[in-house]
């Protein structure tokens, strides 16, 4: 099998007419005569347009379909769209959009893929029952790749122009599903849901509704990233939603949260506080404690488990796995399903109530208070109790 080499192709004298050149993905390109500043500077741009193109020649591809555009772009964003060596969701959601093009435009040509054909992929989106906003962030990503073709001169850039004419679906002017806005959680069911719980997913509910941070932040939590040294903890996530954007993220953590936490800390510094291996341990010994079968018959502690099971608790708990213990909880305590998300509305609202907007905007993290205004929840009854002396 030959050596693939990723060498830089090198700068050369073509000895029949004494330019300089270079080969590149099988074809020769002349730069010059040999050995001028000039064909040293055109080496240099055609090489890293090369490189940066992927080695490949970045030129217009004539009859590029749209399957063949997204398998491209579908390359890029596995190692683009990553977070601490791992493929983040959008990836998902990328190819989740790729599908309703596909199947109706997989064959056109990319550049002949207009406003109309965007259209009825937006058509057969709301047919298939998706919400308004998912249908406009699914367009988005359309439009992205798209985009992308035009930046590595795939397709015309006019293409990608004509599509941006496409607007998005307003809200009361399609029939696209319209979906309920996510409002706080009632304490009364929270209380009600935590004896429910396993132990340490309690404790996850816990601390975030004492401190209003992100069910992905609870999950992620580690000893190493929690400053004890002052009186209120301050905790900052190896990673966080907004990283990307060159924000810091702070948690600070008050005496009710670092009652719940103060336990967790007591393991290595890496590792992570709310691990289901832990929760699993426990609901085994629970299990033990409450046996009545006598020891001398039947299974052992330990016997019957299975040497290489299919799945095995994790090292830590997923925003996912997380909602889907809070979701069995509700249905064992007989009380409406609710998710993590909703804590974080309700400690935006009672903080806002409290303190004013500003300080709701600095707890949840948010870079906009029009962020904030989505989580936090305007306080109706206090206008009631306003209006109840003024008007």
């Known amino acids: 099998m030959p050596f693939l080499s990723k060498s830089t192709p090198k700068y050369r004298k073509h000895r029949a007419s004494g330019q300089a050149i270079v080969t590149l993905g099988g074809k020769d390109f002349y730069l010059g005569p040999h050995g001028t500043r000039v064909s040293r500077d055109e080496y240099d741009r055609v090489v890293a347009e090369w490189l940066q193109n992927g080695r490949t020649i970045p030129t217009p591809e004539a009859g590029l379909t749209v399957v063949e555009l997204f398998a491209a772009y579908k390359r890029f964003a596995i190692k683009y769209y990553r977070k601490n060596g791992k493929v983040t969701a959008e990836v998902g959601c990328i190819l989740q959009a790729a599908k309703f093009v596909q199947r109706l435009y997989g064959r056109t040509e990319a550049a002949e893929f207009g406003p109309l ?52 679906l307003r809200k009361g002017r399609s029939d696209a599903r319209e979906t309920a806005p996510i409002l706080p959680v009632d304490e009364a069911t929270v209380d009600q849901t935590l004896p429910k719980l396993p132990e340490v997913v309690a404790d996850m509910v816990r601390f975030e509704r004492f401190t209003g941070c992100r069910p992905g932040e609870v999950c992620s939590l580690r000893p190493c990233d929690v400053d004890a040294s002052g009186e209120i903890w301050a905790y900052r996530p190896e990673s966080h939603k907004t990283e990307h954007h060159g924000r810091a993220r702070t948690i600070f953590i008050g005496p009710r949260a670092q009652a719940v936490l103060r336990p967790y800390l007591l393991r290595e510094k890496t590792a992570y506080c709310f691990a289901p291996q832990d929760s699993e341990r426990k609901r085994r010994r629970e299990m033990h404690d409450n046996r009545q079968t006598p020891l001398e018959y039947g299974n052992r502690p330990g016997t019957n488990r299975k040497r290489k099971p299919k799945r095995s608790p994790g090292k830590c708990y997923t925003k996912d796995s997380y909602r889907r213990a809070i979701q069995r909880a509700c249905k064992l305590a007989g009380v409406q399903k609710w998710h993590p998300n909703q804590l974080r509305h309700s400690t935006g609202t009672e903080i806002r109530k409290r303190y004013g907007l500003e300080a709701a905007q600095v707890i949840l993290g948010h870079a906009s208070a029009d962020v904030t205004q989505v989580y936090a929840e305007r306080d109706l ?4 109790d306003i209006m109840r002396e003024v008007g």
Not at 122 to 129: E, I, K, L, P
Not at 381 to 384: E, I, K, P, S
């Open 117 to 168: 054909a965007l259209q009825a992929v937006q058509q057969r989106m709301v047919d298939a029952g998706l919400s308004r906003g998912v249908i406009n962030k699914a367009c988005g990503r359309i439009k992205r790749v798209f985009k992308w073709g035009v930046a590595h001169e795939m397709i015309p850039p006019g293409t990608w122009q004509a599509l941006q004419t496409v607007p998005g």
């Open 381 to 384: 009854q206090r206008a009631a």
